[in-house]
């Protein structure tokens, strides 16, 4: 009897229903909608949206890079403060995580919409209402908003395993505090901010709620069309196809970030 | 720098809980628009607890989340346990599973569920099969990577005597299991639960692939609710909820508090060296 | 041992689990309904709530679901995975439903109060033999706008809805066969054309107008509307009149090109798993003391002059509940397009959907970054090479 067997249930579980379900998704993509016969032309067809993937992957990576600049300080500062005080502030980040994310996006529309809270009181104001939402600048501020705990959490979890030890050594080898970030702060937390950057990416690039609410009518992410394709207009087969190349693109992305971390993997809970 | 930084994080906070403001203070205006403030009333909360559609969908997430946390932990942990053991090939090929729901889009995870089930459903001839077990499987599927990943690192940072040491001592390895190592894993499955639970709690775009009409989730209704004109008491819920999970928060956070203190004492009085507090 | 055995336990509770609970059975107790988003009295604002009249009234417990068009009505049916007892789909959706047998005829002897329906509503090009279908609702599409913003001049028309003064501020349909009848209209086809050029044309019309477009919507219309965040809309005009009741800015006209007349009627879809319930519900709907209740609330106009009756006087003259015949004489019912003019359908309205304008921002912007993640790796990856070979040089003559 050996203790490897125990997680033969975890392997038969997961086989049956990630690796199953992703070969299904292959076998859709390539048969055809009517027929059900063997075609690359579902395939062939996502190359007429080549233009919003590229969009989809811009925009995610926009809010990635973002959430990696603000969420760093902030994942710095409380690192920096006493354990006590840590744990209330890990936890003030985690809470937004609990709640509705489908609420909290419409909260923001109600804050950004032409007749929203605040062009509300920029016209009593007696100015004149500004655009602030149904454009890109909104679909990033609600990406950002929505994956930034994603990014302070490995960054935060890094941070506090650093050693002040080391701090201190190059501190006393003469190191200006700026420097001490560079070369040794920052190269020690590669791995949070490669699984940061993973952990804002992956839902940002296929989210469609985000882009139905804060976007334009002209901002159709590639989530949008894969989801029209299961719940409005009935074409599971370009769906498949469609989500086949974003799982794709995505492992890609998921593979290029993680060449930073010296084949080091970290996922930080 | 630092108080910069400090109120640049201040600022930060300040943005995540916009939202939660601007709907809990929803919540007790009068009127239907969010945006505009038409005094204060109660009334939300009232037609809340008198409306028989909401509570129980509550209840159904609840029962979801409960249910799909706890399957996932035992079967993760066993798993982690087992991926222990495994030889490194095996266990590469294991953990690249493993990371399969981590990194795949959650879209392209509900949409290749929905397509088994229906699939399964067309075998067996059964028109309705979406539905609470569906859901719950889904649940489970994306909520084991997280019990593992949270388990794995902790059996590794555990002393391997230690269950040597108690199979000499003339444990037998379930029991040695349930004597030693569980109480080094605990707060890696404790972790690994609780973030299962909320996943779970608050997922929306996976449950909306593989929900049926006899068992629909709060997140679920909630999206279905915000293509229509929304409903005031659906904010009055919503500030309700976070009371609740900030409540949970804050005693588990105590109760962790108190916990360590305790330890931190039980290490000087047996003068041990005092392991590395995770 | 053990370990082994309660590992096996767990595998074939696993694959247990595959299959559906055995709950999936037909139970006594309920049904499910899956109706169009607020298109039944549910108990707001002191009106009846129908469904718990159905439930207290048979015991019979409602599941009530909602759709938002009947193209992801459709696609729900054809996933499979979830069944339904009563649908209630448009007119041209009902034939399609026929058309691919995914309907049950009616046993008419469960519900009576189908007699009720008026003659007009009968016949119909969907259902010639009326066996599947029973008449809900019926109504007109036309033009919704804030008298607050709008010039009165520039109504009249559907090119309201490509007047680029109201650029951001015009809503549209979110499906493609209401999307595609206006530009249709516009063009001056036939709203059931299947001609392929003429529905290319169609789609490039949306196209053009869609800069314009604020957001492509259905039931948000209600709450963008009512709160001024849009100021026109083309909708159902049953739905204008909650709405006007919200905002008295909003008024509503039927364009001069024409527009379309639907009836929206309950069916049964072929997986229902509880037939009786299900005809017991729409018998219930039709009772005419529930038809005038439930219409009261939607707005929409019934197929019962039995149940006109009892409605309001106000409701029961409303020119846009029941235009006048020289009005309605220039609407136009859908009819069930074949499969093959659906499918070029559903690609055109995906393509006016994704249509953007060339933008050459996300592709810089990825190249760039492309470039510089990928000349970050070359230049360490050099760095390293050349570390490596300073530290054999040193190595070497030390």
């Known amino acids: 009897m050996r203790t490897k067997t125990l997680a033969a249930p975890y392997l038969v579980w997961m086989i049956v229903f990630t690796v199953v379900p992703l070969g299904i998704v292959a076998w859709f993509a390539l048969t055809d909608y009517a027929t059900g016969a063997f075609t690359l032309a579902n395939l062939a067809r996502v190359s007429t949206y080549v233009p919003i993937f590229l969009k989809s992957v811009w925009l995610a990576l926009l809010s990635s890079v973002i959430c990696l600049i603000v969420g760093y300080p902030v994942a710095y500062c409380i690192a920096g403060t006493s354990p006590r005080r840590q744990r209330v502030l890990y936890m003030l980040v985690m809470l937004p995580m609990c709640m509705s994310f489908l609420l909290r996006t419409l909260a923001w529309v109600a804050l950004l919409e032409d007749t929203g809270i605040i062009n509300n009181l ?52 003469g190191c200006t505090p700026a420097r001490v970030f560079e070369k040794v702060t920052l190269p020690l937390s590669v791995p949070g901010i490669i699984s940061g950057l993973t952990m804002v990416f992956v839902p940002a690039v296929s989210t469609f709620y ?23 207009a009935y074409n599971p087969n370009l769906g498949a196809a469609l989500s086949l190349i974003l799982m794709v693109l995505v492992l890609v992305c998921v593979a290029v970030m993680n060449r930073f971390s010296d084949g080091e993997e970290v996922i930080a809970l | 720098m630092k108080t910069f930084n400090r109120v640049f994080t201040a600022l930060v906070y300040l943005f995540l809980y916009i939202p939660m403001i601007v709907l809990a203070v929803a919540s007790f205006s009068r009127g239907t628009d969010i945006a505009v403030w038409k005094g204060f009333t109660l009334g939300q909360y009232s037609a809340l607890f008198h409306d028989g559609l909401l509570l129980p969908l509550l209840v159904n997430s ?33 953990m690249a599973i493993t990371n399969i729901p981590m990194t795949n889009p959650e879209i392209v995870t509900g949409v290749s569920l929905a397509l088994l089930f229906a699939f399964v459903g067309q075998m067996l001839k059964i028109n309705s099969v979406m539905g609470f077990a569906t859901l719950l499987i889904a649940h489970i599927t994306f909520n084991l990577p997280y019990v593992i990943l949270s388990v794995m690192p902790k059996l590794g940072q555990m002393d391997p005597n230690l269950r040597d040491a108690a199979l000499d001592l003339g444990c037998t390895p379930v029991q040695a299991f349930f004597k030693v190592i569980i109480h080094e894993i605990m707060p890696g499955i404790l972790s690994g639960a609780l973030m299962a639970f909320t996943m779970s709690l608050d997922d929306f775009v996976i449950s909306y692939f593989v929900y049926g009409p006899r068992f629909v989730t709060l997140p679920v209704e909630i999206y279905n609710y915000t293509k229509k004109p929304l409903q005031p008491k659906i904010y009055a819920l919503f500030t309700l909820l976070f009371l609740v999970i900030l409540l949970s928060m804050v005693v588990m956070n105590l109760l962790q508090a108190r916990d360590e203190r305790r330890r931190a004492r039980s290490r000087v009085v047996f003068g041990g060296k005092g392991g590395r507090v995770g | 041992m053990k370990k082994r055995a309660l590992s096996l336990a767990l595998c074939l509770l696993l694959c247990a689990a595959l299959l559906p609970a055995p709950a999936a059975k037909a139970a006594e107790g309920y049904i499910n309904v899956y109706n169009w988003g607020q298109y039944i009295s549910d ?15 048979t015991g019979i417990k409602v599941n009530y679901m909602t759709f938002d068009s009947n193209e992801s009505m459709y696609t729900k049916l054809r996933t499979g995975g979830s069944a339904y007892d009563v649908i209630i789909p448009s007119d041209y959706m009902i034939a399609r439903l ?25 016949n119909t090009d969907y ?59 516009m063009l001056g086809y036939s709203i059931n054309t299947k001609d392929e050029d003429e529905l290319r044309a169609a789609a490039y019309k949306l196209i053009e107008q869609k800069p314009l477009v604020q957001a492509y919507v259905m039931d948000q219309i209600f709450d963008k509307m009512e709160r001024g965040e849009a100021w026109i809309a083309p909708y159902y005009a049953g739905d204008y009149l909650l709405m006007a009741a919200e905002n008295e800015d909003l008024e509503f006209y039927f364009p001069e090109e024409g527009f379309n007349f639907f009836i929206d009627a309950m069916c049964i879809p072929a997986t ?24 009261d609330y939607l707005g929409y106009s ?48 995906l393509e006016v959907k994704t249509e953007g304008d060339v933008d050459y921002g996300p592709a810089v912007g990825i190249g760039v970054t492309a470039a510089l993640v990928g000349g970050w790796l070359i230049f360490r990856s050099i760095r390293e090479r050349r570390l490596k070979a300073n530290r054999c040089r040193k190595w070497k003559t030390a």
């Open chain 3, 43 to 57: 108990g707001t604002d002191g009106y009846i709530d129908v469904n718990a009249a159905f439930e207290e009234a």
């Open chain 2, 62 to 94: 609840v029962i979801v989340a409960v249910l799909s946390a706890l399957i996932a932990t035992v079967l993760g942990t066993m798993a982690a346990l087992g991926i222990r053991a495994m030889s490194p090939r095996l266990r590469r090929t294991t």
């Open chain 1, 210 to 232: 985000i882009s139905q609410k804060m976007g334009s009518s002209g901002t159709t992410l590639i989530g949008d069309v894969i989801e029209s394709q299961f719940k409005a």
């Open chain 3, 127 to 185: 259902d010639p033999d009326n066996r599947y279908s029973v008449p809900y609702t019926w109504g007109t599409v036309g033009i919704i706008y804030n008298a607050a913003y709008v010039d009165e001049e520039d109504v009249g028309s559907w090119d309201l809805l490509w007047n680029s003064k109201y650029a951001g501020k015009i809503l549209m349909f979110d499906n493609p066969r209401d999307s595609f009848a206006i530009a249709e209209l």
């Open chain 3, 302 to 349: 019934t197929p019962e002059s039995a149940a006109k009756e009892f409605m309001d006087e106000e409701r029961n003259t409303s020119q846009i509940a029941y235009p006048a015949e020289e009005t309605l004489a220039r609407g136009e019912s859908f009819l069930y397009l074949d499969a093959d003019a659906t499918h070029l359908m559903d690609s055109l309205w």
């Open chain 3, 272 to 295: 229902c798993a509880n037939k009786a319930g299900a005809e017991a519900y729409i018998n219930f709907l039709c009772s005419p003391e529930i038809c005038v209740e439930n219409l």
């Open chain 1, 122 to 173: 920029i016209r009593s104001l007696g100015l004149r209402p500004l655009p602030l939402i149904r454009n890109d600048a909104a679909v990033v501020l609600g990406m950002v908003y929505n994956y930034l705990p994603y990014m302070i959490m490995p960054l935060y979890t890094v941070l506090i395993k650093l050693d002040d030890k080391l701090i201190e050594a190059a501190e006393d080898l």
């Open chain 3, 98 to 122: 026929i058309d691919e047998d995914m309907l049950l005829p009616l046993d008419f002897d469960n519900i009576p109060n189908s007699a009720l329906i008026d003659e007009a509503y009968l």
